[in-house]
T-cell receptor
Framework: GAGVSQSPRYKVTKRGQDVALRCDPI?????LYWYRQALGQGPEFLTY????????KSGLPNDRFSAERPEGSISTLTIQRTEQRDSAMYRC???????????FGQGTRLTVV | AQTVTQSQPEMSVQEAETVTLSCTYD???????LFWYKQPPSRQMILVIR??????QNATENRFSVNFQKAAKSFSLKISDSQLGDAAMYFC?????????FGAGTRLTVKP
């Protein structure tokens, strides 16, 4: 696609429900990142994929968070048993190669009520 | 993990004037990349400028330029002839391989 696409753009869910956030990177991009961004703060690293391999998941806050990229393209970030503190903007970014600039999607604003 | 520090939570500049946003970072590596991203109220993340650490020449993109001081681990952004559309949050980012970290951001206000 022309840019990084994330869906849904907005998600409101009840506490305790599971949510799945989707990222469709720029076609051919090897690297894919997930970040979480609170209002007025910088993006906080969650996890990184190189092709389909999850090479770094050190930023995932706890085991309720998981991510996959099974075919090296689309990625899904899943949050199980959501809590109010999970409310934030979740951003995906992709880059063509390691060390090149990353392009960001519009983000998914998650609200847990 | 590498750290990126933006010590100015907020900055203000008069339209047509020049402003400099500060960024410092911590790394033991010699080969890495640095970026400035702009985030307007729409909350998009827009790449403004990039700098390769192996290059001594400071990057320039139209009204945007950087002052890269490798030994001091400093990477400031200068915006010349500021325009109302420059008002946004600005994030400094460090990247080496899969490690890409961001600062907390500087909110830039442009006064007409």
């Amino acid at each position: 696609g022309a840019g990084v696409s994330q869906s849904p753009r907005y998600k409101v869910t009840k506490r305790g429900q599971d949510v799945a956030l989707r990222c469709d990177p720029i076609s051919g991009h090897v690297s894919l990142y997930w970040y979480r961004q609170a209002l007025g703060q910088g993006p906080e690293f969650l996890t990184y994929f190189n092709y389909e391999a999850q090479q770094d998941k050190s930023g995932l806050p706890n085991d309720r968070f998981s991510a996959e990229r099974p075919e090296g393209s689309i990625s899904t970030l899943t949050i199980q048993r959501t809590e109010q503190r999970d409310s934030a903007m979740y951003r995906c970014a992709s880059s063509a190669m390691v060390n090149t600039e990353a392009f960001f999607g519009q983000g998914t604003r998650l609200t847990v009520v | 993990a590498q750290t990126v520090t933006q010590s100015q939570p907020e900055m203000s500049v008069q339209e047509a004037e020049t402003v400099t946003l500060s960024c410092t970072y911590d790394t033991s590596e010699s080969d890495y990349y640095l970026f400035w991203y702009k985030q307007p109220p729409s909350r998009q993340m827009i790449l403004v400028i990039r700098q390769e650490a192996y290059k001594q020449q400071n990057a320039t993109e139209n009204r945007f330029s950087v002052n890269f001081q490798k030994a001091a681990k400093s990477f400031s952004l200068k915006i010349s002839d500021s325009q109302l559309g420059d008002a946004a949050m600005y994030f400094c980012a460090y990247r080496r391989a899969n490690d890409m970290r961001f600062g907390a951001g500087t909110r830039l206000t442009v006064k007409p």
